[in-house]
C-alpha cells in the first residue's frame, strides 16, 4: 500500500510562496503519475496539477498555471508543488494524490487511487 505523506503548508501573506512536499513509501514512485488537489472551505476538492512519470508533462488548472509550478524527483519518490504569489482564495487543505494509469496525466480525483492525509494552506489578506 502507497503511503504519501505532504508536508509544506501553513500560514502566508498574500503574494508570498510556499513549497508544498509529498514523499512516497510503499511502492515505486515512477510508475505513477502524481497530481496536486485542494479543498478550499466549504467546497469540493478541485485540481490543481499533475506531472506525469518521467516529470516531462505536466498539466495546471487553469486560473494557477502562471503562479505554481509541479514538479518530482523520482530518486527522492517526492512531487513538489512551488505555489508563487499567492491569494486569499487559494487558502484550502492540500493534498498530493498518484494515479497508476502512466499514459496520461488526469485531472479528475476519480483518476488517483492514493491520497495523502492533507496539509492546511492559509493565505492571508
Known amino acids: 500500500q502507497a503511503q504519501l505523506v505532504e508536508s509544506g503548508g501553513g500560514l502566508v501573506q498574500a503574494g508570498g510562496s510556499l513549497r508544498l512536499s509529498c514523499a512516497v513509501s510503499g511502492r515505486d514512485f515512477s510508475d505513477y503519475t502524481a497530481g496536486w488537489f485542494r479543498q478550499p472551505p466549504g467546497k469540493e476538492r478541485e485540481f490543481v496539477a499533475a506531472v506525469s512519470w518521467h516529470g516531462t508533462v505536466t498539466r495546471y488548472e487553469a486560473s494557477i498555471k502562471t503562479r505554481f509550478v509541479i514538479s518530482r524527483d523520482n530518486a527522492k519518490s517526492t512531487s513538489y508543488l512551488q505555489m508563487n504569489s499567492l491569494k486569499p482564495e487559494d487558502t484550502g487543505v492540500y493534498y498530493c494524490?498518484?494515479?497508476?494509469?502512466?499514459?496520461?496525466?488526469?485531472?479528475?480525483?476519480?483518476?488517483?487511487?492514493?491520497w495523502g492525509q492533507g496539509t492546511q494552506v492559509t493565505v492571508s489578506s
Open positions: 494524490a498518484l494515479s497508476a494509469d502512466r499514459q496520461r496525466v488526469g485531472v479528475r480525483p476519480d483518476d488517483y487511487g492514493y
